[in-house]
T-cell receptor, first 113, second 115 residues
Framework: DAGVTQSPTHLIKTRGQQVTLRCSPK?????VSWYQQALGQGPQFIFQ???????QRGNFPDRFSGHQFPNYSSELNVNALLLGDSALYLC????????????FGPGTRLTVT | KNQVEQSPQSLIILEGKNCTLQ??????????LRWYKQDTGRGPVSLTI?????NTKSNGRYTATLDADTKQSSLHITASQLSDSASYIC??????????????FGTGTQLKVEL
């Protein structure tokens, strides 16, 4: 039973570029949440997808957008990258409203230069 | 504003010793509180989850307590091991009107276990 997987593991981009991160949820899960974690900080909630729609959103600008596919996998897109976007991006999956059973992926380390 | 504060920010202990990490929260309406262990550069892994009616829960050498009246939680680690070196994050879930939950994360306590 595969857990939450994310790709790529590491990524280096230049300021102003665009990036797409990918997440496959744990088998049986239909809800995907994305978090940004800066070095030494706790994760910050970006948004959550359920039934291919954005169900909740944190305090992140419109440069951050996402998508969920019919197979429940998800993408996080960030446009016009800033140096401050450098962080570990975490994906977590759960089933429906049962976020207490939320499982995290290993994360994607994004570095913006 | 929902907030979760953890203390201490960092902690160094000797292998075999016990330690206690603290979490204070102002989250409403409270749904549940969980403790996660996060190794450097990896995703958080759940240790314990407690609802309003639970005041203690154990997972091996980890024991979490919850006082819903004072809005405080603690994570006690017994007989620490080198592999316990990690960041420990307190997360509080609040119920949303219309369904769903909103998670508020603490900034974590960085624990280092030394020989």
């Amino acid at each position: 039973d595969a857990g939450v997987t994310q790709s790529p593991t590491h990524l280096i981009k230049t300021r102003g570029q665009q990036v797409t991160l990918r997440c496959s949820p744990k088998s049986g899960h239909d809800t995907v949440s994305w978090y940004q974690q800066a070095l030494g900080q706790g994760p910050q909630f970006i948004f959550q997808y359920y039934e291919e729609e954005e169900r909740q959103r944190g305090n992140f600008p419109d440069r951050f957008s996402g998508h969920q596919f019919p197979n429940y996998s998800s993408e996080l897109n960030v446009n016009a990258l800033l140096l401050g976007d450098s962080a570990l991006y975490l994906c977590a999956s759960s089933f429906g409203d049962r976020d207490y059973e939320q499982y995290f992926g290993p994360g994607t380390r994004l570095t913006v230069t | 504003k929902n907030q979760v504060e953890q203390s201490p920010q960092s902690l160094i202990i000797l292998e075999g010793k016990n330690c206690t990490l603290q979490c204070n929260y102002t989250v409403s309406p409270f749904s549940n509180l969980r403790w996660y262990k996060q190794d450097t550069g990896r995703g958080p892994v759940s240790l314990t989850i407690m609802t309003f009616s639970e005041n203690t829960k154990s997972n091996g050498r980890y024991t979490a307590t919850l006082d819903a009246d004072t809005k405080q939680s603690s994570l006690h680690i017994t007989a620490s091991q080198l592999s316990d070196s990690a960041s420990y994050i307190c997360v509080v879930s609040a119920g949303l009107t219309g369904g769903g939950n909103k998670l508020t994360f603490g900034t974590g306590t960085q624990l280092k276990v030394e020989l």
